[in-house]
């Protein structure tokens, strides 16, 4: 069975940073893509950053160079730094893999970030 417990959110002030985390089970992590979404109330939700198997990163527009995504093969584990947090980052942020060559698609339970003023 796939899977996937984020960890990590919580509340902080604005300028403030928070590290999530994403440990994923039931299945070869090393073959998945891994990215963050974040769905704040009353959006859809969006994607923030991926990760692939080989390590390159890729970021939206509105979170680069504040935030930064890694993986820890061995302990099957996604990561997103988050610095420099805004108001507007307020969302429940949530764990996603994708299979390199199958495609599956699997997801966390979400985790609620909130930045206050």
């Known amino acids: 069975q796939v899977q996937l417990v984020e960890s990590g959110g919580g509340l902080v002030q604005a300028g403030g940073s928070l590290r999530l985390s994403c440990v994923v089970s039931?299945?070869?992590?090393?073959?998945?893509?891994a990215n963050w979404y974040r769905q704040a109330p009353g959006n859809q939700r969006e994607w923030v950053a991926m990760i692939n198997t080989i390590g390159s990163t890729a970021y939206a527009g509105s979170v680069k160079g504040r935030f930064t995504i890694s993986r820890d093969n061995a302990k099957n584990a996604v990561y997103l730094q988050m610095n420099s947090l805004k108001l507007e980052d307020t969302a429940v942020y949530y764990c996603?893999?994708?299979?390199?060559?199958?495609?599956?698609?699997?997801w966390g339970q979400g985790t609620q970030v909130t930045v206050s003023s």
């Open positions: 996603n893999v994708v299979g390199r060559n199958s495609g599956n698609n699997y």
């Open positions: 039931g299945l070869t992590f090393s073959n998945m893509v």
